[in-house]
């Protein structure tokens, strides 16, 4: 069993939905949790970075851990065309160095 | 803004041949990364280093060595291509102040080994 689990779709929905990507993850050490979008041929863009349960909210975009359950969310409201792309959760331990990703959700926004 | 630069794009070399990839950063990060990015697989650590002159063996580091002789620059050397070394190659850095900074992205090496 892979220590983060993701979706990878791919996932399709209509200009304006809102759009839910989760991850659920088996190291009840990790404490650091991140999301990160990647269009075609680019590289990863740090998108939400969060520490511990709770929610953070950065316009458009929601991030929600529930370490109880060892789930974490990404909600897009509004989604747009240009939110089109691959997104991968990434998460480590305290002072851990090294990040554990999940294999990524292809997201597509259609207009 | 963090900048990691990859020094090429898209790339293609030879079996056999000696490769070299090259990662600059700009924000005098004390950690780099070296990743591979394959359909299916997601990333995977191929090494990583946290100080100059210093490196740790990540998940997949076979067939693979690193280089820091400067605190902004960290190279991935693949020692004697093979065709099973053709991915993405991405880099990352972060820094180790004020603990747990997140890593930030190059936008990847496209490398084909023929």
């Known amino acids: 069993q892979k220590e983060v689990e993701q979706d990878p779709g791919p996932l399709s929905v209509p200009e304006g939905a809102i759009v839910s990507l989760n991850c659920t993850y088996s190291n009840s050490a990790f404490q650091y949790f991140m999301w990160y979008r990647q269009y075609s041929r680019k590289g990863p863009e740090l998108l939400m970075y969060t520490y511990s349960s709770g929610n953070k909210e950065d316009g458009r975009f929601t991030a929600q851990v529930d370490k109880s359950s060892k789930y974490i969310s990404l909600f897009i409201r509004d989604s747009q065309p240009s939110d089109s792309a691959t997104y991968l959760c990434?998460?480590?331990?305290?002072?851990?160095?090294?990040?554990?990703f999940g294999q990524g959700t292809r997201l597509t926004i259609n207009p | 803004d963090v900048k990691v630069t990859q020094s090429s794009r898209y790339l293609v070399k030879r079996t056999g041949e000696k490769v070299f990839l090259e990662c600059v950063q700009d924000?005098?990060?004390?950690?780099m990364f070296w990743y591979r990015q394959d359909p299916g697989l997601g990333l995977r650590l191929i090494y990583f280093?946290?100080?100059?002159?210093?490196?740790e063996k990540g998940d997949i580091p076979e067939g693979y060595s690193v280089s820091r002789e400067k605190k902004e620059r960290f190279s991935l050397i693949l020692e004697s291509a093979s065709t099973n070394q053709t991915s993405m190659y991405l880099c990352?850095?972060?820094?180790?102040?004020?603990?747990?900074?997140?890593?930030?992205f190059g936008d990847g090496t496209r490398l084909s080994i023929l």
């Open positions: 924000m005098d990060h004390e950690n």
């Open positions: 280093s946290y100080d100059v002159k210093m490196k």
């Open positions: 990434a998460m480590k331990g305290q002072g851990a160095q090294k990040l554990v």
């Open positions: 990352a850095s972060s820094s180790s102040g004020s603990g747990n900074q997140p890593q930030h």
